[in-house]
């Protein structure tokens, strides 16, 4: 089995800033593509970023200038630094890995439990 678990989220106004991290653990031989997305009340679920093994990232245009998605691939986690935020930003952030287990040869994705970002105005 495999765990992820998400901190760093919290209150913040509006042009602060906050560091999520998610940090998998568990059967793991290696993984994939790592992300992060997020779903605010009464919408649905969106990517927010994405970052493969190399490091090629992927942003929503919203948030493009304003995050950074980064990864440790020795401690299987992904971080996300959001700068300049916006009451939009509000949401539940949740991280999902692709990951490949011991003599399993395909990769499966895995949620965190999901963190709480608030912006106030």
């Known amino acids: 089995q495999v765990h992820l678990v998400e901190s760093g989220g919290g209150l913040v106004q509006s042009g602060g800033s906050l560091r999520l991290s998610c940090a998998a653990s568990?059967?793991?031989?290696?993984?994939?593509?790592m992300g992060w997305y997020r779903q605010a009340p009464g919408k649905q679920r969106e990517l927010v970023a994405t970052?493969?093994?190399?490091?090629?990232?992927n942003y929503v245009d919203s948030v493009k200038g304003r995050f950074t998605i980064s990864r440790d691939n020795a401690k299987n986690t992904v971080y996300l630094q959001m700068n300049s935020l916006k009451p939009e930003d509000t949401a539940v952030y949740y991280c999902n890995a692709q990951v490949i287990q011991p003599l399993r040869p395909y990769a499966l994705g895995y949620w965190g439990q999901g963190t709480q970002v608030t912006v106030s105005s």
């Open positions: 970052i493969t093994r190399g490091g090629s990232t």
């Open positions: 568990g059967s793991i031989f290696s993984i994939n593509d």
